[in-house]
């Protein structure tokens, strides 16, 4: 059994492969040369100074210098995120599918193989294939945006940052293929459950960034005087929310910050945010979760991907049973 299901896939393995094979061939180059300009550039000296103390004027303009030049492979990050899905929907969605959609399944079923053997077999052997591709990519990822995480005020925690880096992706690749298996043994035929696998991929791994991850540990909440010098936000932090209050907690600027030295006045003769509603013990106000907390928040996510996976395969076998 474990000798057909290789002949079955060997195919679709050496495509995977050469496909990786090529996006590594064009990734490696721009990693390398981001690593050199970061070194070139004194970006990790100011990236040190910058966690220590957040505040070194003179290494701005080093990094506008480096976001300038590579601040546009974000979007190719963006692109990066959808490896995942496409490995679930060409890797699990057919596994099942495609057997049950040709009938093909029925000459192993008769040819002394239970439909249990059957299952563990190539679920086991995709799943080892996947979860290698899976700690591949995750580690190369981790490698490729390093410079661009350290230039970046948000650092590691920020939104799509997060989801390329770390054990996450081995978490959303896992659960992507097992969604595809799932999809394949209740619809049985390859399109649908391609497009099941697709809609069901994005709606929780969109679920799970908006509505749990803020919410893996209580945020924490910082506090700044208007009035003063000129403190900054800790660099790295997910910020979830910010604004300007009031003494009383009122907000009245939201998404912003404002500093006023002490005693400044307008040239209309009011206090400095008078014109905005601020009154004596106006202060900044940030929800945000520490940077810290980034392999805690990747641990978790991952479990949750991960136990997600364990359960749709679990029901994909316990479906299977009932295929004619």
């Not at 970046?152 to 293929?177: C, K, N, S, W």
């Not at 298996?181 to 209740?186: N, P």
């Not at 907000?251 to 002490?262: E, F, L, Q, W």
Request: proline share 5%; charged share 15%; glycine share 10%.
């Amino acid at each position: 059994m474990i000798w057909l299901a290789w002949r079955q896939h060997r195919k679709q393995l050496l495509f995977t492969l050469l496909g990786f094979a090529a996006l590594a061939a064009l990734m490696i180059p721009i990693g390398l040369s981001m690593r050199h300009t970061f070194v070139d550039l004194g970006l990790p000296d100011c990236v040190r100074r910058l966690a220590d103390t957040d505040a070194a004027p003179d290494c701005n303009g080093a990094l506008q210098q480096f976001t300038n030049r590579y601040g546009s492979l974000n979007l190719v990050a963006v692109l990066l995120l959808i490896l995942p899905m496409l490995v679930g929907l060409f890797w699990g969605a057919p596994l099942v599918a495609r057997e049950v959609e040709h009938g093909t399944h029925r000459f192993v079923w008769t040819q002394g193989v239970g439909r249990i053997h059957w299952a563990l077999v190539k679920f086991g052997l995709v799943g080892v294939a996947v979860l290698a591709l899976a700690v591949f990519y995750g580690l190369g990822m981790s490698w490729w945006a390093s410079p661009l995480t350290q230039a970046a005020h948000e650092g590691r925690m920020g939104v799509m940052v997060f989801d390329l880096q770390g054990v996450v992706p081995i978490g959303y690749t896992l659960f992507a293929v097992a969604l595809g298996i799932f999809a394949g043994t209740v619809w049985r035929k390859m399109l649908p459950a391609m497009a099941v696998t697709l809609v069901g991929f994005v709606g929780v791994r969109a679920a799970v960034a908006i509505l749990a991850r803020p919410h893996y540990q209580p945020a924490r909440t910082l506090t700044l005087p208007v009035e003063g010098a000129d403190q900054q936000m800790s660099r790295g932090d997910w910020i979830l929310s910010s604004g300007v209050r009031n003494a009383d907690g009122t907000m009245v600027v939201a998404d912003t910050r404002i500093n006023c030295t002490p005693g400044s006045r307008t040239p209309s003769g009011q206090a400095c945010g008078a014109e905005l509603g601020l009154r004596p013990g106006a202060y900044n106000w940030q929800l945000y979760q520490p940077a810290d907390r980034f392999w805690l928040f990747q641990s978790i996510e991952t479990g949750i991907f991960v136990a997600l996976a364990v359960i749709l395969l679990y029901i994909a076998i316990r479906t299977i049973r009932r295929i004619a």
